[in-house]
């Protein structure tokens, strides 16, 4: 590796590490030596990268893309290196995914237990939190995401698709009287997802027509689970994905309703920093692919009846 690759090998530990003292300890290189090279780095391109103080490090603008780049090119390394040597084979180092809670309880119980399993010598970090994670920033190696994407840097491996559909407690239908068509829905509660574009509009498809029906949200809410907790209760009609509605619905805790009708297939995406993948996340993503994709394709499968539709 050249000297000016080590530096940018360096620059990228001190960003990660958020620390110019923990990225030498990381490296075994004293702290002085990093400041020193960090500094003739920041000379040798002509502006500064980092704004350090003696408690604090932070990007520039200029580092912020600088470090974008930089990233790409040690981890193309990391991955020549990796593809003739035994890491292929025994991973080592830590993996972090970001996902949701609920596709973390839908899909990754077994799957993370195989894996750490398999691959021994890997620390592995899943990350459940709520919002959407920054995979530069956040130094994030993959991130699992249910849900049409915006464009970005990030690269997108379609998984599949989850059926969405709707769903009440038996409590609720024996309350109000279940919906034969989807304009009965207006009349209904609903349980509504604040992360939808259009939270008040329900568009339906039975496979050959499509329909578009406003109902109330009185009660909306930013959590899948949640939601599904909401109509277990009996407070209205929610829109889950089938598969987390499968035990509600073995359990008599929910029951489908419309069952002909769906809303629009939801996309399933593993989103990485770029499309050169050091092992630890190439085998993870290998397992994912056999593992959930197929498991997608069956709930897809089981396509319901349309009879008494009329």
């Not at 003739?40 to 003696?54: F, P």
């Not at 620390?123 to 464009?151: C, M, T, W």
Request: hydrophobic share 40%.
């Amino acid at each position: 590796m050249t000297d000016s690759l080590r530096d940018l090998a360096l620059f990228v530990e001190v960003v990660d590490a958020r620390s110019l003292k923990r990225a030498g300890e990381a490296l075994g290189i004293p702290h002085s030596t990093v400041s020193r090279r960090i500094a003739a780095l920041e000379k040798a391109i002509g502006v500064r990268l980092l704004n350090r103080t003696t408690r604090t490090l932070a990007l520039t603008e200029a580092g912020s893309i600088y470090y974008k780049r930089c990233r790409e090119i040690v981890d193309a390394a990391r991955v020549a290196h990796e593809e003739i040597g035994d890491l292929v084979l025994r991973p080592r180092g830590r993996l972090r995914v970001s996902t949701t809670v609920e596709f973390a309880r839908l899909f990754l119980g077994e799957l993370v237990a195989d894996f750490v399993r398999k691959y021994p010598d890997l620390s592995f970090d899943l990350d459940l939190q709520p919002h959407k994670v920054d995979l530069y920033e956040d130094n994030f190696d993959l991130a699992l995401r249910i849900g049409h994407q915006p464009d970005s840097s990030l690269v997108a491996r379609q998984l599949g698709y989850i059926r969405v559909a709707l769903y009440a407690s038996p409590s609720y239908l024996a309350a109000n009287p279940a919906p034969r068509l989807p304009g009965d829905l207006r009349s209904h509660a609903f349980i509504g997802n604040l992360n939808s574009p259009s939270p008040g509009t329900l568009t339906l498809r039975d496979g050959s027509s499509e329909i578009a029906v406003t109902v109330g949200t009185r009660l909306m809410v930013n959590n899948f689970g949640f939601m599904r907790e909401l109509a277990v209760l009996g407070l209205g009609v929610a829109t889950l994905h089938e598969p987390m509605a499968g035990s509600d619905i073995r359990a008599g805790r929910l029951a489908r309703v419309l069952p002909g009708w769906t809303l629009q297939e939801a996309p399933v995406y593993a989103l990485t920093p770029n499309r050169l993948l050091p092992a630890k996340t190439r085998l993870f993503l290998d397992m994912l692919t056999q593992r959930v994709s197929p498991s997608m394709a069956e709930e897809l499968d089981r396509r319901p009846s349309k009879k008494g539709l009329t």
